[in-house]
């Protein structure tokens, strides 16, 4: 069975980082592109960042320069390094595995960023 688990979310005060961790198992990792997505209460669910298996990234506008997605296909694991966070990057962050028509999804990890 495909499974992805995130872990590292937490409540950190504004201009503090994180780093929310996707462990996968169950996938042929090195041929998925990854991705990394939020929603926060009330609204829709955005992507943040993608990477796919080559290392090509593309990240939401309000988050570049701030976060970085990488990811570690020998230990088949994604990650989001989050710095200067903001009270808007405040919400449930969700892993992503796509390859072709299939996705799959983590549980989600719970981020909030308040003084």
């Known amino acids: 069975q495909v499974q992805l688990v995130e872990s590292g979310g937490g409540l950190v005060q504004p201009g503090g980082s994180l780093r929310l961790s996707c462990a996968a198992s169950?996938?042929?990792?090195?041929?998925?592109?990854m991705g990394w997505y939020r929603q926060a209460p009330g609204k829709q669910r955005e992507l943040v960042a993608t990477?796919?298996?080559?290392?090509?990234?593309n990240y939401l506008d309000s988050v570049k320069g701030r976060f970085t997605i990488s990811r570690d296909n020998a230990k088949n694991t994604a990650y989001l390094q989050m710095n200067s966070l903001k009270p808007e990057d405040t919400a449930v962050y969700y892993c992503?595995?796509?390859?072709?028509?299939?996705?799959?999804w983590g549980q989600g990890t719970q981020v909030t960023v308040s003084s």
């Open positions: 992503n595995a796509q390859y072709l028509m299939f996705n799959y």
């Open positions: 169950g996938i042929r990792f090195g041929i998925v592109v």
């Open positions: 990477i796919t298996s080559i290392g090509t990234t």
